[in-house]
């Protein structure tokens, strides 16, 4: 029996821009496709599924039941949401094959403590925020974790090859791209050349005075 996430939904009429009479009405529209599968409107319960985003995120493996039929894996692959609101808008579900590996973007979270941004005075860099990756639709991670604790000062930088990658997930990503480092606090060398500037006005000047302009010759 699966214990994946089980959505439910039914078969929806309703297109283009009439939709957001479905949306009033507190249904979210989606569609679901893949593998041969012709595109299929369907329509969610909008609170259950914004249940259900608290338990899951996007790339998450779901079974999708629509209308009577038999529930059936998908991947959660696309979450549009409302740009004010945050709600969910729209929703792209994509049919799997539970033997067929799949190529998906994850998301990179930070865990553990830099030394040299939270002692030093330092900006945390996030270089970037996902990587690509291929795995069996069961072995999809919802994120790839690095750990920070070893940027302990200010040359120190970590790549994609720091990920921890789970066994069966394979990084698409180029080993040797960045993902992090420390940037040191700002000097402020302005500051500093601004108080220099007075001894450099000249003999005979005060600090903050223009200097006497030269006798014209001509």
């Known amino acids: 029996m699966s214990t994946r996430p089980l ?3 039914e078969p929806r009429e309703v297109v283009g821009k009439s939709v957001n009479a479905l949306r009033r009405q507190g249904l979210v529209p989606a569609v679901v496709y893949g593998h041969g599968k012709a595109s299929q409107p369907i329509q969610l319960d909008a609170r259950a599924f914004e249940e259900l ?13 629509v209308g009577s039929g038999r529930a059936t894996p998908v991947l959660l692959q696309g979450i549009h949401e409302h740009p004010v609101r945050r709600q969910p808008i729209h929703v792209d579900f994509y049919v799997v094959k539970m033997t067929e590996e799949l190529t998906v973007d994850v998301p990179i979270v930070h865990v553990g403590e830099s030394l040299a941004a939270e002692k030093m005075g330092g900006t945390l860099l996030h270089l970037r925020e996902h990587v690509s ?14 750990d920070i604790s070893t940027l302990r000062d200010f040359d120190a930088v970590l790549h994609v090859r720091d990920l921890a990658v789970p066994d069966g997930v394979t990084v698409l990503t180029d080993a040797d791209e960045p993902l992090a480092r420390v940037q040191p606090p700002r000097v402020d060398e302005e500051l500093a050349a601004a108080a220099e500037a ?4 000249g003999p005979g000047t005060e600090a903050g005075e223009p200097a006497a302009a030269e006798p014209d010759t001509e």
Not at 55 to 61: E, M
Not at 198 to 201: I, R, T
């Open 133 to 146: 990756v291929r795995a069996l639709p069961g072995d999809l991670p919802h994120s790839l974790e690095l």
């Open 53 to 65: 985003l608290r338990h899951v995120t996007r790339n998450t493996l779901v079974d999708l039941k």
């Open 198 to 201: 007075p001894a450099e006005a």
């Open 7 to 9: 959505v439910t939904a």
